[in-house]
Structure formats: structure tokens, C-alpha cells
């Protein structure tokens, strides 16, 4: 059974997405650029657990942070169930990867 990471567009908080879900942390990586501002990059340095420098300068942060886990044997009848979906790639050491539940509008 595969289990993937779900949000909902329409959410801006922390409530649970779908009936399903339950609670997983997940350590996230998130690369920025040498040109990144300095500000930005000391805030990711207070959020993350452990940074790496790269030959370019870019640094990428590993970050803990809690998220909905959802189940997903089937994931045309869990869109079938919830509507259109937007799926994305793993950018977490666990490799698990994203359902964005398409239930509003986004830019």
C-alpha cells in the first residue's frame, strides 16, 4: 500500500484533509540558491536541523516538520472519492510523495 503526503488546496491550516489521514514527521529538504537574501537563509537555519553547503554555495536544509499521511492503495478511486488531484514528487528523505486535493482555486 502506498502512502503519500495530502493537502488540500482549500486549507490553510492544520486540520486533517481527509478522513484517512494521520499524523507522520517527515524530515523535508529544501535547496536555495547562493543568491538566496541572507535573511532567508537564517530563518531556514533556525527551522532546519541540518544544513549542507554545496561546491555552488547553494545549502540544503533538512527540516522536520509533522504532515497528513494518507493510505492510498488505489489512487484512481481516491480521486474517483475526493475529485481532481495534483500529484508532486518527494522532495523528503521518507520519499513519499504529495497529493494536493484540487478543491480550490490556486495561482
Known sequence: MAQYVVTRTSMFSDEKPVEEAFKHTLTRHVTLK??????????????????????????????KEDA???????????????GRIILMKPDNEEGLWFVEIYDDYRE
Open 34 to 63: 547562493s543568491t538566496a537574501p541572507e535573511h532567508v537563509k537564517e530563518r531556514m537555519r533556525k527551522k532546519c536541523e541540518r544544513y549542507v553547503v554545496h561546491q555552488d554555495m547553494s545549502i540544503t536544509f533538512y527540516i
Open 68 to 82: 497528513w499521511v494518507c493510505d492510498i492503495p488505489d489512487i484512481c478511486a481516491f480521486v474517483e472519492k475526493y
